[in-house]
């Protein structure tokens, strides 16, 4: 077997967040099979569990437990409203509550889509009677949001630190009142990597003070043991720092995204010298990473960890797994590898000894009586014009002016997706004004494709619209459907996962599993009546955005060339509503 070095494996890591990895043999598509079919369910009802617990794109959660309730908050990047917030009463049912972050900072600088950047990793405390989530936007600093209540309303953002490249801020209290940041860095904007830093915090709170202090570099460890054999660490991200008993703690996966591992660092002394264990990676199993999370202690005393897994167009989703202290004062995560000190993620487990709640997931259907609902957020800071809010019962999306690339429009109202396997329904009525007007049903990745009316001189016409690598401004296929449209058609898409696998005979073969793509195959319908659906075109491969996973969900637009602003003399798009089924 070839022996990696560090350099090999940072390399490596690199190329996988291009849109494409490696060429020296073929890509292979197969269909994955799933049982989880529409909006996904993680509660079996039998006391038991299914992961992920949110399989929506909730990259980076991190918890926390006030009383008897629990409040999960994740990455955002730069759509609009940003950092949502989750409640739960068990860690296995949760539905979004609020978002903390309405409107951004600097928010010139967000009216257009700004992809990859905007809110990483947050962490949500609760802290002198109220709650508080940091948050890094590694383009300008690191900020601070609190509320009374989990619902808000949240406070305007305060710059912490202004440090550029500081990423995944966590803060920490002492004993004595002192607190403090754990924070990473983005090597892309600070050309610093692979170590962990610590500022103290000012009383409230909401500046850091004194010189940083490197507490964690991944140079100065040995190799550690992994079911994969022997790492160096790199890639240190992501902290969250505890204190039990007499040690502090920080919780910092490594290893990259897709292929590394959760590792826990240990000291008496909160500067330091830390010693360092693995304590779960992905085993025998097919659940890569695992990345990124938090730990949690219910009322009872279990204790549980949150994390994500990074499933390409389906996003980051969130994983629960159980968690042990050994008696030798360190964390094992997961199910314990045979003698093993670290563990495996699980499929299925009890679920935690709390108080019965009721089946809940994250919103996904709309009928849009009132507005809509919390599942959505835009890919920019929404202009006033963009929706007519006095109609009632359906969605009027305006004809907005904008780039006719829609990898750089910011009028999209998307979701995440919301399960596997999945079809999505709207029914659209196109009122138009101008000819280029066109609106739809879209996905939304490094391209995007949609089904949907197009205004022209001859009238309308229903199209499907395919761009891959939009990011990269690749040109527009349109295929035209043979029907004559007056005003409304029923939209459909047709959601199934693919896997491309790729296979570099430079790299062991259990790289393979980091080389694993999940993608999302999509086929599109079109109704006139709302039974009978037909298929437009062939099944289109969705890819993920940047940092996240792909969008599903609705546009309105007028051309390019129409001046900014102009109401009265654009249409709109009517929808009257969104449904996910089977």
Request: charged letters at 20%; glycine letters at 8%.
């Amino acid at each position: 077997m070839k022996i990696l070095t560090i350099s090999k494996y940072i390399s490596l890591a690199a190329v996988l967040l291009s849109t494409s990895a490696y060429t020296s043999e073929p890509a292979k598509i197969r269909p994955v099979t799933t049982d989880n079919q529409g909006i996904w369910q993680p509660d079996l009802g039998n006391g038991k569990y299914q992961n992920p617990v949110l399989n929506g794109d909730y990259s980076d959660p991190d918890v926390v437990r006030v009383g008897d309730d629990f409040y999960l908050t994740s990455s955002s990047f730069g759509f609009v409203p940003g950092l949502p917030v989750l409640h739960s009463k068990d860690l296995v049912n949760w539905s979004v509550v609020s978002y903390a972050l309405p409107i951004p900072p600097k928010a010139e600088h967000f009216s257009a889509p700004r992809h990859g950047g905007g809110v990483w990793a947050p962490t949500i405390r609760y802290h002198n009677n109220q709650f508080m989530i940091y948050y890094a936007d590694p383009d300008w600093g690191t900020y601070v949001v609190t509320a009374k209540s989990a619902s808000g309303p949240w406070s305007e953002p305060v710059l912490v630190d202004d440090t550029l490249g500081l990423i995944d801020p966590a803060p920490f209290w002492d004993e004595d009142g002192q607190g403090y940041l754990a924070y990473a860095y983005a090597n892309s904007r600070s050309g610093k990597h692979n170590i962990i830093e610590l500022k103290k915090l000012s009383a409230d709170g909401k500046k850091t003070y004194g010189e940083p202090k490197i507490i964690i570099n991944g140079a100065d460890y040995p190799k550690v043991k992994t079911s994969q054999g022997d790492m160096p660490w790199f890639t240190i991200e992501g902290p969250k720092l505890y204190k039990r008993g007499e040690y502090y703690y920080i919780f910092a996966p490594a290893g990259s995204v897709k292929a590394g591992w959760q590792g826990v660092f240990r000291a008496k002394n909160i500067n330091g010298p830390y010693q360092a264990r693995q304590v779960m990676d992905q085993g025998s199993t097919d659940i890569n990473g695992p990345h990124q999370g938090a730990w949690v202690t219910t009322e009872s005393g279990e204790d549980w960890f949150l994390h994500f897994q990074d499933t390409d167009s389906y996003g980051r989703r969130v994983f629960l797994q159980p968690m042990q202290w050994q008696k030798n004062g360190w964390p094992l995560i997961g199910k314990r590898q045979g003698n093993e000190a670290y563990g495996e993620p699980v499929w299925q487990y009890q679920k935690p000894n709390v108080a019965k709640q009721p089946v809940t997931t994250p919103v996904v259907n709309d009928d849009f009586d009132n507005g809509f609902n919390l599942s959505w957020q835009w890919s920019a800071l929404p202009r006033a014009d963009w929706v007519d809010t006095s109609v009632k019962g359906k969605l009027r999306l305006k004809s907005v002016s904008s780039s006719e690339n829609l990898w750089q429009a910011g009028n999209l109202l998307t979701q995440k997706l919301p399960g596997m396997a999945f079809s999505a329904i709207t029914k659209l009525e196109m009122q138009p004004k101008r000819v280029g007007e066109r609106a739809g049903l879209l996905v939304l990745g490094y391209g995007y494709s949609w089904i949907g009316l197009e205004n022209t001189t001859d009238g309308l016409r229903l199209v499907r619209v395919n761009r891959p690598e939009a990011h990269e401004f690749a040109d527009e296929n349109v295929l035209t459907a043979p029907v004559k449209i007056e005003r409304a058609v029923y939209l459909k898409m047709k959601v199934e996962p693919v896997v491309v696998t790729e296979h570099e005979p430079d790299y062991p073969a259990y790289f393979d599993s980091m080389l694993r793509s999940y993608r999302a195959k999509v086929q599109y319908f079109y109704s006139l009546n709302g039974q009978d659906y037909h298929a437009l075109g062939s099944p289109i491969i969705a890819e993920q955005g940047r940092w996240v996973g792909t969008k599903i969900g609705l546009f309105a637009q007028a051309s390019s060339n129409t001046p900014a602003y102009v109401s009265t003399t654009v249409g709109y798009s009517d929808f009257e509503f969104f449904k996910v089924i089977k």
